[in-house]
C-alpha cells in the first residue's frame, strides 16, 4: 500500500499570503495519478488539481501543482478568504487507493 | 449536469443492517468507476472500494474488505453501500464520487453530499 504523508499538518497563514502543501509518497508515483483535493466544514471534498498539474474545471490558477516522484506539492499563490479548508492529496498509481492525512490551512 | 445524490441519514444500533445509495444523472453511469469514501468525525479520507457498473467488476481496500459490501444496479443508476452487522466504529460520514480518467489521469471529479450514519445504543 502506498502510503501518502502530508506536511504540514496545519498551516497558519494570513490572507494574500503563499501557502505551500507538501504530499509525500512511500513509493514513486506515476504523475498521472496524484490529485489534490479541498475540502470545507461541512461539505464534500472537491477535486482541485489532477494528474499533478492540471486544475480541475472552474478552479483559479491561483492553485498550482507540482512534483514528480515521491514529492508532489500544492500552492497557493495569494490566498483567498474561501480557501482556508482542509487540502488532501490521493494516489490513483495503485490499489488500495491512498488518502494523505490531510493539511488544514487555517487563518492566522 | 453530472450529480451524485446520495440517500439521507441513518441511525442504527449495533448489529444491526444497512444498505445506503448513490444515484448519478448527468454521465453514462455504466462506463464510471464510483468510489466509497469514509470520513470518521474530524478525521481524514479514507478509500473504501470501487466499482464499474458496467459489468459490476469490485475492488475493496484490505481495511474493508468483508466488512461492507459494495454493488451496482444500472437499471438506477445507482450503486450501493452495505453492512450486515454494524458496530459503534462504522459511525461515520460515507461519500460515493465518480472515478474518471482523462488520458492516463485519473481523479475522483464528482462526489456525493455524503450520507451520515450514526450507530449508537
Known amino acids: 500500500e502506498i502510503v501518502l504523508t502530508q506536511s504540514p499538518g496545519t498551516l497558519s497563514l494570513s490572507p494574500g499570503e503563499r501557502a505551500t502543501l507538501s504530499c509525500r509518497a512511500s513509493?514513486?508515483?506515476?504523475?498521472?495519478?496524484l490529485s489534490w483535493y479541498q475540502q470545507k466544514p461541512g461539505q464534500a471534498p472537491r477535486l482541485l488539481v489532477y494528474?499533478?498539474?492540471s486544475r480541475a474545471t472552474g478552479i483559479p490558477d491561483r492553485f498550482r501543482g507540482g512534483g514528480a516522484g515521491t514529492d508532489f506539492t500544492l500552492t497557493i499563490r495569494s490566498l483567498e478568504p474561501e480557501d482556508f479548508a482542509v487540502y488532501y492529496c490521493?494516489?490513483?498509481?495503485?490499489?488500495?487507493?491512498?488518502f494523505g492525512g490531510g493539511t488544514k490551512v487555517e487563518i492566522k | 449536469e453530472v450529480q451524485l445524490v446520495q440517500s439521507g441519514a441513518e441511525v442504527r444500533n449495533p448489529g444491526e443492517s444497512l444498505k445506503i445509495s448513490c444515484q448519478g444523472s448527468?454521465?453514462?453511469?455504466?462506463?464510471?468507476?464510483i468510489g466509497w469514501v469514509r470520513q470518521v468525525p474530524g478525521q481524514g479520507l479514507e478509500w473504501m472500494g470501487i466499482?464499474?457498473?458496467?459489468?459490476?467488476?469490485?475492488r475493496y481496500s484490505p481495511s474493508f474488505q468483508g466488512q461492507v459490501t459494495i454493488s451496482v444496479d444500472k437499471t438506477f443508476s445507482t450503486a450501493y453501500l452495505q453492512w450486515t452487522n454494524l458496530e459503534a466504529s462504522d459511525t461515520a460520514m460515507y461519500y460515493c464520487?465518480?472515478?474518471?480518467?482523462?488520458?492516463?489521469?485519473?481523479?475522483?471529479?464528482?462526489w456525493g453530499q455524503g450520507t451520515l450514519v450514526t450507530v449508537s445504543s
Open positions: 464520487a465518480r472515478h474518471r480518467g482523462v488520458g492516463a489521469a485519473y481523479f475522483f471529479d464528482s
Open positions: 448527468g454521465y453514462s453511469f455504466t462506463n464510471n468507476w
Open positions: 494528474g499533478t498539474s
Open positions: 490521493q494516489q490513483h498509481d495503485s490499489l488500495p487507493l491512498t
Open positions: 466499482i464499474y457498473p458496467g459489468d459490476s467488476d469490485t
Open positions: 513509493q514513486s508515483l506515476s504523475s498521472s495519478h
